[in-house]
Protein backbone atom coordinates (compact mmCIF):
# COMPACT_ATOMS: atom_id res chain seq x y z
CA UNK A 1 0.00 0.00 0.00
CA UNK A 2 2.98 2.48 0.44
CA UNK A 3 3.91 1.65 -2.59
CA UNK A 4 1.04 2.58 -4.16
CA UNK A 5 0.94 5.86 -2.55
CA UNK A 6 4.66 6.88 -3.29
CA UNK A 7 3.77 6.23 -6.82
CA UNK A 8 0.05 7.99 -7.08
CA UNK A 9 2.33 11.36 -5.67
CA UNK A 10 5.50 10.78 -7.87
CA UNK A 11 2.64 10.91 -10.74
CA UNK A 12 0.53 13.87 -9.51
CA UNK A 13 3.94 15.94 -9.58
CA UNK A 14 4.87 14.90 -12.50
CA UNK A 15 1.51 15.67 -13.65
CA UNK A 16 1.71 18.94 -11.98
CA UNK A 17 5.23 20.22 -12.88
CA UNK A 18 4.46 19.11 -16.79
CA UNK A 19 1.08 21.48 -16.65
CA UNK A 20 3.10 24.09 -15.19
CA UNK A 21 5.77 24.00 -17.79
CA UNK A 22 2.90 23.72 -20.60
CA UNK A 23 1.36 26.95 -19.37
CA UNK A 24 4.60 29.08 -18.99
CA UNK A 25 5.22 27.94 -22.78
CA UNK A 26 1.90 29.10 -23.70
CA UNK A 27 2.34 32.26 -21.57
CA UNK A 28 4.90 33.16 -23.58
CA UNK A 29 3.64 32.12 -27.21
CA UNK A 30 3.57 35.41 -29.45
CA UNK A 31 0.53 36.70 -30.76
CA UNK A 32 0.96 38.52 -33.94
CA UNK A 33 0.07 42.07 -33.36
CA UNK A 34 -3.35 44.05 -35.08
CA UNK A 35 -2.41 47.02 -37.30
CA UNK A 36 -4.01 49.45 -34.92
CA UNK A 37 -1.75 48.08 -32.26
CA UNK A 38 1.39 48.45 -34.32
CA UNK A 39 0.23 52.13 -35.44
CA UNK A 40 -0.15 52.59 -31.47
CA UNK A 41 3.41 51.14 -31.01
CA UNK A 42 5.14 52.88 -33.52
CA UNK A 43 2.94 56.89 -32.36
CA UNK A 44 4.54 55.71 -28.63
CA UNK A 45 7.69 55.08 -29.88
CA UNK A 46 7.88 58.39 -31.95
CA UNK A 47 6.63 60.28 -28.64
CA UNK A 48 9.40 59.14 -26.54
CA UNK A 49 11.94 59.66 -29.03
CA UNK A 50 10.30 63.11 -29.19
CA UNK A 51 10.40 63.69 -25.54
CA UNK A 52 13.81 61.67 -24.73
CA UNK A 53 14.88 64.55 -27.71
CA UNK A 54 13.74 67.53 -25.95
CA UNK A 55 14.80 66.22 -22.77
CA UNK A 56 18.22 65.89 -24.05
CA UNK A 57 18.44 69.33 -25.35
CA UNK A 58 17.23 70.76 -21.83
CA UNK A 59 19.79 69.12 -20.41
CA UNK A 60 22.61 70.45 -23.05
CA UNK A 61 21.25 73.63 -22.57
CA UNK A 62 21.45 73.16 -18.54
CA UNK A 63 25.02 72.43 -19.05
CA UNK A 64 25.61 75.36 -21.34
CA UNK A 65 24.38 78.03 -18.69
CA UNK A 66 25.98 76.10 -16.28
CA UNK A 67 29.45 76.28 -17.50
CA UNK A 68 28.96 80.07 -18.43
CA UNK A 69 27.99 80.61 -14.88
CA UNK A 70 31.69 78.65 -13.54
CA UNK A 71 33.58 80.54 -16.27
CA UNK A 72 31.98 84.02 -14.75
CA UNK A 73 32.55 82.85 -10.87
CA UNK A 74 36.39 81.85 -12.28
CA UNK A 75 36.43 85.47 -13.22
CA UNK A 76 35.26 86.49 -10.67
CA UNK A 77 37.70 84.72 -8.57
CA UNK A 78 40.80 85.64 -10.51
CA UNK A 79 39.30 89.29 -10.09
CA UNK A 80 39.43 89.24 -6.74
CA UNK A 81 42.62 87.13 -6.11
CA UNK A 82 44.40 90.50 -8.36
CA UNK A 83 42.54 92.71 -6.29
CA UNK A 84 44.15 91.03 -2.65
CA UNK A 85 47.30 90.52 -4.12
CA UNK A 86 47.25 94.29 -5.01
CA UNK A 87 46.30 95.21 -1.60
CA UNK A 88 48.93 93.22 0.04
CA UNK A 89 51.60 94.91 -2.71
CA UNK A 90 51.01 98.70 -2.39
CA UNK A 91 52.74 100.36 0.22
CA UNK A 92 50.19 102.43 1.80
CA UNK A 93 48.87 100.09 4.73
Keep these: MKTRSWNFAGVAIATL?????LTS???NASIPSSPA??????ELNRRITLSNAAADERARAQE???????RQYEAEQQQYQAALRSQQDSPNR
Excluded at 17 to 21: F, I, N, P
Excluded at 37 to 42: C, K
Design 17 to 21: LAATT
Design 64 to 70: AQYQAQM
Design 37 to 42: ERAATA
Design 25 to 27: VAS
